[in-house]
């Protein structure tokens, strides 16, 4: 299984709502992340997590907060998000941060949200 | 800071064509990645260069590190309209003593049938 699978693909919010994002990988990676994507704008880096506990928090507002619950799974808790907070949402895995060898990054497809 | 800068930002060409986009750094990387996402999906790993000069071949895809790896190049030969996408470099390295993984500034490129 050489694939990070994310769920939902399409999300539509509304400001006072609680909703989850999920993603899953089975390739035995212990680094994943989670990225935000603008329209025609390179990923930001959001999170890292490290062997299931978080590394990296790039000054992300609390309203979105991660959850590692083991070593396949990564959440993003969202709650009272803005319509600014609409873009496409990658989680991202790789074997190791730093990595022991270079082999980038394996992404999922996204989830695409929208806050109304 | 390490920045990449990818250039041209935007480009629309004819099937058949050529064409090369540039990731340009004042940075050393360790290692440097391109990626190419379609719409609405996630980036895909496309190679990986390590060594100074590397040249890579994938298909109709060159891939280049500069000599002194702050610099790569990604040449397309016959380009098709399924080459249409985001093109994305990736460098990793260190910025003192922490690890960091840096994204270019993307070349969206379109090629007409």
């Known amino acids: 299984d050489t694939e990070v699978t994310q769920t939902p693909k399409h999300l539509v919010m509304g400001m006072t709502n609680k909703k989850s994002l999920k993603c899953e990988q089975h390739m035995g990676h212990r680094a994943m992340y989670w990225y935000k994507q603008k329209a025609k704008k390179p990923p930001e880096l959001m999170f890292v997590y490290s062997y299931e506990k978080l590394s990296i928090n790039e000054s992300v507002p609390s309203r979105f907060s991660p959850e590692c619950p083991n070593s396949s799974l990564l959440n993003l808790h969202l709650h009272a998000l803005q319509p600014e907070d609409s873009a496409l949402y990658l989680c991202?895995?790789?074997?190791?941060?730093?990595?022991?060898?270079?082999?980038?990054?394996?992404f999922g497809s996204g989830t695409r949200l929208t806050v109304v | 800071t390490q920045l990449l800068e990818q250039s041209p930002q935007f480009l629309s060409i004819q099937e058949g064509e050529n064409l090369t986009v540039y990731c340009n750094s004042s940075?050393?990387?360790?290692?440097l990645q391109w990626y190419r996402q379609e719409p609405g999906e996630g980036p895909v790993l496309l190679v990986t260069?390590?060594?100074?000069?590397e040249v890579k071949k994938l298909k109709r895809l060159t891939f280049q590190f500069g000599d002194a790896r702050k610099d790569s190049s990604l040449h397309i030969t016959a380009a098709q309209p399924g080459d249409t996408g985001l093109y994305l470099c990736a460098g990793e390295g260190t910025t003192s003593g922490t690890y960091k993984y840096i994204f270019g500034t993307g070349t969206r490129l379109k090629v007409l049938a």
């Open positions: 991202a895995s790789s074997q190791e941060r730093p990595p022991l060898r270079p082999g980038g990054y394996t």
């Open positions: 940075s050393v990387f360790s290692s």
């Open positions: 260069v390590v060594t100074g000069g």
